[in-house]
């Protein structure tokens, strides 16, 4: 669609005073179900995953590809639909993200084989695939920068608090009602997360609010930054590395430390609610309006080799203090690197391209996140290790920090391109 076509750009810019503070919370609270219902059906599946592969007869090869079939079609969906974020009404692509949400679970719950399993995963991918872009258009145009740290911090723990929930509850009601059983408890959630969607999302709008002149102006309405390029790239080893861990990590300490069921999905949950918290601190530390993220970006990069680090030697030793220590490090650096991500890039792009960017970042999220689990299992299908999978997740890492000095490197010989000051107009409400 040309850009003259697009009837946001013939409104004139608004003028209204900023949202209401139960209007903001409303929008937020829906914001955090977004991010986390899309990726439900994933880390239930981690977390029940020794009962899946026994009822199911799947290797470990298999169990990876589950996920990569999902993150395949988040990437070819944030690839497709990035521009159609920033056209859409904004509470119907909310819903529509619980609706395809919905789809997975209840796909899953009947699923009688391998192959309906991944249509389920790709229903949910396909969710996922908007997540980030649709919740990210929506923070840059309703949310007041002032506010925008600590709004994207709890939208991103969104994804933790699905983590959270599937490991913390599901093992047990899988005891009880089965893994399908233990599913199909999610699908009222994304029914409900419709219904929120339409009464609480407030309809599309062009403009930053508050009379603010959208974040990043500097750029020009059509450009994307290169530095949108390089997040994207640390997004991709980052996400190959974040995910094998995820999907991985409940089924490592089963089978390899020897915790049971539910002990072992507490893991999960344990790092869930650890990456919860410090997507919440680090969205209030990092200002939005940083343009040079890389000293934040090395830190969580170093932060998470070290924690790999600790799960290869819980591999080595067997020792569960080693693992405990890996799921806390899990959870304070490399679960919370996709919020600085986040705020890295609406820093950078003007408000009318926040979901088209976003989408080009999240393919390489996506890209990583389908690679990293399916590769950690066929190394150790190969090896019949998990300590060659940790190493290779421990190298995603390393190059993640890689990736960033260099960016830091190039930057540093190139003039910053730092937003301006947003210019506040007085208004009458």
């Not at 209204?16 to 209007?23: D, F, N």
């Not at 790709?122 to 145009?141: I, K």
């Amino acid at each position: 669609m040309a850009e003259s076509a697009n009837p946001r750009a013939a409104r004139p810019p608004s003028t209204s005073s900023p949202p209401p503070a139960a209007r903001v919370g409303g929008m937020t609270a829906v914001l955090v179900l977004c991010m986390g219902i899309g990726p439900l059906l994933l880390y239930a599946i981690s977390a029940l995953g020794p009962l899946l592969i026994e009822d199911l007869a799947l290797s470990n090869a298999e169990f990876g590809a589950l996920a990569t079939v999902a993150f395949v079609v988040a990437a070819i969906g944030a690839a497709g639909l990035g521009g159609f974020v920033d056209r859409a009404r904004d509470h119907w692509s909310v819903a529509g993200i619980f609706a395809a949400s919905a789809l997975a679970l209840g796909t899953a719950v009947l699923a009688g084989s391998y192959l309906w399993l991944l249509f389920a995963v790709a229903f949910s991918g396909l969710a996922q695939s908007l997540s980030n872009p649709v919740s990210n258009r929506l923070v840059a145009a309703h949310i007041p920068a002032t506010r925008r740290g600590l709004v994207v911090g709890v939208k991103q723990s969104g994804v933790q608090l699905s983590q959270l929930f599937a490991g913390l509850l599901l093992p047990s009601v899988a005891l009880v009602m089965g893994w399908r059983g233990a599913v199909g408890v999610a699908i009222t959630i994304a029914l409900l997360g419709v219904v929120l969607a339409v009464r609480l999302v407030p309809d599309s709008t062009d403009t930053a609010p508050s009379g603010e002149p959208p974040h990043g102006a500097s750029h020009g309405v059509g450009a994307v930054p290169a530095g949108v390029w390089w997040l994207a790239g640390y997004a991709l080893f980052s996400g190959a590395a974040l995910q094998a861990t995820n999907v991985y990590l409940p089924l490592f300490a089963h089978q390899e430390i020897g915790l049971g069921v539910v002990l072992a999905g507490l893991t999960g949950a344990a790092a869930g609610t650890i990456g919860m918290v410090a997507r919440v601190l680090w969205g209030r530390a990092v200002n939005t309006r940083t343009a040079r993220p890389h000293g934040v970006l090395t830190v969580l990069a170093i932060l998470s080799t070290l924690s790999t680090g600790l799960l290869l030697g819980a591999a080595h030793t067997g020792e569960a203090l080693l693992l405990w220590g890996g799921v806390v490090g899990h959870g304070v650096s490399a679960l919370a690197a996709n919020v600085v991500l986040m705020l890295a890039l609406m820093g950078a792009v003007h408000t009318e391209r926040v979901g088209t960017a976003t989408a080009r970042l999240s393919v390489g999220l996506y890209l990583g996140f389908a690679t990293g689990p399916l590769t950690l299992g066929l190394v150790m299908d190969i090896g019949d290790s998990y300590a060659l999978g940790w190493l290779s997740v421990g190298l995603a890492h390393l190059c993640a920090l890689l990736l960033t000095l260099l960016w830091w490197a190039a930057s540093r010989r190139a003039p910053a391109t730092h937003p301006p000051p947003p210019v506040r107009t007085s208004s009458t409400p």
